[in-house]
Nanobody
Framework: QVQLVESGGGLVQAGDSLRLSCAAS????????TGWFRQAPGKEREYVAA????????YYTGSVKGRFTISRDNVRSTVYLQMNSLKPEDTAVYYC?????????WGQGTQVTVSS
């Protein structure tokens, strides 16, 4: 079993930055992909970004490209999401997701609120 714990959310103003962290514990695997998703009130959960185990490959949804950066520190078993130039439409609960083969794990989420 893998436990994922997100942190770093908060209330900021438009244009500000936040860095989210996703710390993994428990059984770990050498491989898989870790991603960030978000869910705004009344909307479906959507994909934001993902990073391969080695960190050599990263993926972003179009609305965050150039503003968000995903990275990882495998020594600390932590994946980060640096969010710059935040917009009110980035307001959502952000979830960490880890997928290894056919198994998927989710964190409990961290709230990000961006005021205009």
């Amino acid at each position: 079993q893998v436990q994922l714990v997100e942190s770093g959310g908060g209330l900021v103003q438009a244009g500000d930055s936040l860095r989210l962290s996703c710390a993994a514990s428990g059984r770990t695997f050498s491989g898989g992909v870790t991603g960030w998703f978000r869910q705004a009130p009344g909307k479906e959960r959507e994909y934001v970004a993902a990073i391969s185990w080695s960190g050599s490959s990263t993926y972003y949804t179009g609305s965050v490209k150039g503003r968000f950066t995903i990275s990882r520190d495998n020594v600390r078993s932590t994946v980060y999401l640096q969010m710059n130039s935040l917009k009110p439409e980035d307001t959502a609960v952000y979830y960490c997701n880890y997928k290894f083969r056919t198994i998927t794990y989710w964190g409990q989420g961290t709230q990000v609120t961006v005021s205009s």
